[in-house]
């Protein structure tokens, strides 16, 4: 079965600074991966996703994520956090029938 | 409007009742999905739907009841509600082609006292 984790439930940055989520997954075949956003009370917005081909995926508001099979890991990473970044977000692998299992979601706290 | 919607946004009902939430999307996308999303879990997979008059179990289908007479509309029904159902239902439909990126609703947050 296939499973994903989200080591950090809570991360604080402040404005400006670095940032990188964590996520490791475990499934048998070649991952489908993803990363979506949640503001409070709204739906969850796709950031970027991985196929195949190049492991440095680009997605949407400057973030992107590098696929790396030998640590069955898939980190998000932006180079400057704006206030307008945080929310909660999720990793995410999908299986064989297009379902996806969901890590428990990191929230990301933004300060001034 | 286009897109996926979910009816109603809000709801609170008894333990015991029968509910239904409503998903409807407008892209014929073949295939659809209920997660319910608490917190400290993510979001679980319920039920899901490849096509009409077909749908499978997901991770936590106890206590829940679907059907996809229709393309674009996907309800999930608690027979009897319960106060561990309380929780924030999304739907979300992809396509059959690609991408694998599934569409989210803007969720409908349950309530059972």
């Known amino acids: 079965a296939q499973s994903v984790t989200q080591p950090d439930i809570h991360i604080t940055v402040s404005e400006g600074a670095s940032l990188e989520l964590r996520c490791n997954y475990s499934?048998?075949?070649?991952?489908?991966l993803f990363w979506y956003v949640q503001s409070p009370g709204q739906g969850l917005q796709l950031l970027l996703k991985?196929?195949?081909?190049?492991?440095l995926v680009q997605g949407i508001k400057g973030f992107e994520a590098e696929f790396k099979r030998s640590q069955s890991s898939f980190n998000l990473r932006k180079p400057s956090v704006h206030w307008s970044d945080a929310a909660e977000y999720f990793c995410a692998v999908s299986g064989s029938a297009r379902q996806l299992t969901f890590g428990s979601g990191t929230q990301l706290t933004v300060l001034p | 409007d286009a897109g996926i919607t979910q009816s109603p946004r809000y709801k609170i009902t008894e333990t015991g009742r029968q509910v239904t939430l409503m998903c409807h999307q407008t892209?014929?996308?073949?295939?659809m999905f209920w997660y319910r999303q608490d917190l400290g879990h993510g979001l679980r997979l319920i039920y899901y739907s490849a096509a009409a008059d077909i749908t499978d179990k997901g991770e936590v289908p106890d206590g829940y009841v679907v059907s996809r007479s229709k393309t674009e509309n996907f309800p999930l029904t608690l027979e009897s509600a319960t106060r561990s159902q309380t929780s924030v239902y999304f739907c979300a439909s992809s396509d059959n082609v690609g991408s694998y990126e599934q569409y989210f609703g803007p969720g409908t947050r349950l309530t059972v006292t």
């Open positions: 892209w014929s996308h073949s295939y």
């Open positions: 991985y196929f195949s081909g190049d492991t």
């Open positions: 499934y048998g075949a070649t991952p489908y």
